[in-house]
């Protein structure tokens, strides 16, 4: 007996698992390039509403608004990172070039270096090994020709904007997604206290003076 009843409660934990993948396939439609679901937007509300309480679909709903929500504060904070990043690779880059500049020219850099916030000492670069050092990450420090460094600071550059570009696009999707799910959300709400007034109502004009 005790075996049936628990086949029955793990045919039910099933039933609802199948239930709520159903609903997230109803409030979702497609996916952007990088696979974040859009939302759907619920147009008649009384047929969504006929396989589904209005507590389930709204439960769904917040669950996803969530979902966009955290992604949208997670690509601000990656967006920061990139945007900060350019500014050094731009400024590197163009320190490289007048280095590679004045190894063709066969001349030494002469440059101003800081020692402090506000104190500044005068130097010689000389440029005829053809060679930097590039923190790569990781606390690490690797050798690389000009060539080779110019390679590297411009296929990063480009990668980040690229990557900046996409966060745009993503964190634009993810504003207009959250704004339909808000606007589901609140359709369902007011469709349920629609019915309630109706059945509030009805039991009203039912009652026996």
Sequence with gaps: EMSANNESIEISNNNDKLKNVNLITLITEGKNPRGIPSAKFIENVESFLQDYSVEAALGALNELYSKYKYMETSFEKSKSVYKSKIPDIEQTLELIQILKGKEDEGEDLITNYSL?????????????????????????????????????????????????????????????????????MARLFNHNIKIKKLREGSNSNNVVI
């Design 116 to 184: 402090c916030d506000t104190i500044y000492a005068k130097a010689k670069v000389t440029t005829t090994d053809g060679k930097v050092y590039l923190w790569i990450g990781a606390n690490t420090m690797v050798e690389f020709s000009y060539d080779e460094a110019l390679t590297l600071l411009q296929t990063q550059l480009e990668q980040s904007y690229i990557k900046l570009n996409e966060l745009d696009e993503d964190l634009f999707f993810l504003r207009g997604n959250s704004i339909t799910v808000e606007v589901n």
